[in-house]
């Protein structure tokens, strides 16, 4: 009876989960990915949490439970990552955590407790890539709000076009308004370390953050402060490895930079090998390359972690070969990887003809990204506890699953005052 109640819990936390921001389709993979880092009296804790952030005021009443140990059991969790603690000025919010970013990097990002690493990386791997269910349900759709987004290498940028990019495109303007930094173990390689697919010699801690996400990476003991100089070592060992920097898909306030290789990131996987381009938004640049200038030598498309470059061979009119890069425009993330390695200055990043959307904060990505997979009346009702709250839920849901409804919120024209009116109503 107990395997028959606690298998209805973990088929009910996955529900749950799978109605945040970050879609989670349930499968095999996922109640035992579930079963392995929840137990039932967690998984039952967190199906009974809102969605939005909370006080433990709110909470308590929703979860049954009262002080000193609703204090003690929220504290648990975050160690484990499965709730976020947010420092509001005077006390804190708590949020259950998503996906990503979320339980996977915070799980495979611990170095305290009774750990299994390797098990937890299979299990990750399975349910990521075992089928395409996951990829499907979050990129399927031609979704354009995804969680990171690529930063440009900024020497690798056209001179004319380095006077326009922004504070928000720049690393060195990120760490330079930052007080405090943290570096933790990389989820995804720690997660290939244990798979034996790991091709990089980079040390493991290699994720870095800044600001309130540092704060909280500390605060539950998933990375260690650092100072300011050795944030800077890292991001100089990282151009020389060539590799891809990438950020929180907003314009204020990005939290952390990862460093990231083709051979390890499960972002580059999910564009490289199972075709999903908007796993990662591309920089607001795109890759050029002058053919005269280019000698066909192929390091910039063995550099490439994405394998957006090819090598054209031709038969000029004289009868000799030439060999130049080019460059696979859906696919470049405008990182300029490509460009660090090129020594014949035939490579450079230049502004894209398009514009690319970022939102302007976690509050209308998560608002967006939540609008775009169909949980956004989660967050809007988000009392699971409350009959009016699930009819609304149901109600809302429905509405916005309508595509014209969806596509009209998306667009330029309306997506403005849709966000204003969200902001309006919520305080911020």
Same mark, same amino acid.
């Given at each position: ?53 909370? +006080? ?25 990552? %499965? ?11 708590? *949020? ?64 004319? !076009? ?7 495109? &720049?690393? $060195?303007?990120?760490?330079? @308004? ?21 091709? /990089? ?31 800077? !070592? ?15 898909? #907003? ?6 930079? /990862?460093?990231?290789?083709? /051979? ?50 031709? =038969? +000029? ?8 890069? @080019? ?12 460009? %660090? ?10 502004? &894209? ?12 990505? #998560?608002?967006? =990204? ?25 109600? %809302? ?5 309508? $595509? ?5 919120? *998306? ?14 109503? $919520?305080? =911020?």
């Amino acid at each position: 009876m107990g395997h028959i109640i606690a298998k209805d819990i973990y088929r009910e936390l996955g529900d749950k989960v799978d109605g945040m921001p970050v879609r989670m389709p349930w499968s095999d993979a996922m109640h035992r990915m579930l079963k392995a880092i929840y137990t039932p009296a967690e998984a039952q804790f967190i199906i009974r949490m809102p969605y939005r952030p909370s +006080t433990a005021q709110r909470i308590g009443p929703m979860v049954g439970m009262q002080e000193p140990e609703l204090s003690k059991t929220l504290n648990s969790l975050c160690h484990k990552g %499965l709730v976020c603690d947010i420092w509001q000025g005077d006390h804190y919010l708590y *949020m259950i955590s998503p996906f990503v970013i979320g339980f996977f990097e915070f799980t495979m990002m611990r170095t305290k407790g009774e750990l299994e690493p390797k098990k937890w990386a299979e299990l990750f791997q399975s349910y990521m890539f075992g089928n395409r269910d996951f990829l499907e349900a979050n990129f399927g759709d031609g979704q354009i709000v995804s969680v990171m987004r690529a930063l440009p290498h900024e020497e690798t940028i056209r001179q004319q !076009d380095h006077v326009e990019i922004l504070d928000y495109e &720049r690393a $060195s303007a990120m760490i330079e @308004e930052a007080s405090i930094f943290a570096v933790g173990l990389c989820a995804c390689r720690h997660e290939k370390h244990h798979m034996g697919t790991r091709e /990089c010699d980079v040390p493991l801690e290699t994720c870095t953050s800044m600001g309130p996400s540092a704060e909280f990476l500390i605060r539950n003991e998933f990375a260690r402060e650092i100072p300011k100089g050795e944030m800077l !070592d890292i991001f100089a060992r990282s151009k020389d490895y060539g590799f891809t920097l990438s950020t929180d898909n #907003v314009q204020q306030d990005a939290g952390f930079i /990862c460093h990231c290789c083709g /051979c390890c990131c499960n972002l580059m996987h999910g564009i490289k090998y199972s075709g999903y381009p908007g796993v990662l938004v591309s920089s607001s640049f795109i890759a050029k390359v002058d053919a005269e200038a280019c000698n066909g030598c192929g390091k910039c498309a063995r550099a490439c972690p994405i394998d957006a470059i090819t090598i054209h061979k031709e =038969q +000029t009119t004289e009868g000799k070969p030439h060999c130049w890069a @080019e460059i696979n425009e859906e696919l470049c993330l405008g990182c300029g990887v490509c460009a %660090l390695k090129c020594k014949f200055d035939a490579l450079d990043l230049r502004k &894209r003809d398009q514009k690319v959307f970022h939102p302007e904060d976690s509050f209308e990505r #998560v608002i967006l =990204q939540s609008l775009e997979r169909g949980t956004l009346q989660n967050i809007l009702f988000d009392n699971p506890n409350s009959k009016s709250d699930n009819f609304f839920r149901a109600v %809302l849901g429905g509405f916005l699953k309508l $595509s014209p409804v969806k596509k009209g919120l *998306m667009s330029d024209a309306l997506r403005s005052r849709f966000m204003h009116a969200l902001r309006k109503g $919520s305080g =911020q």
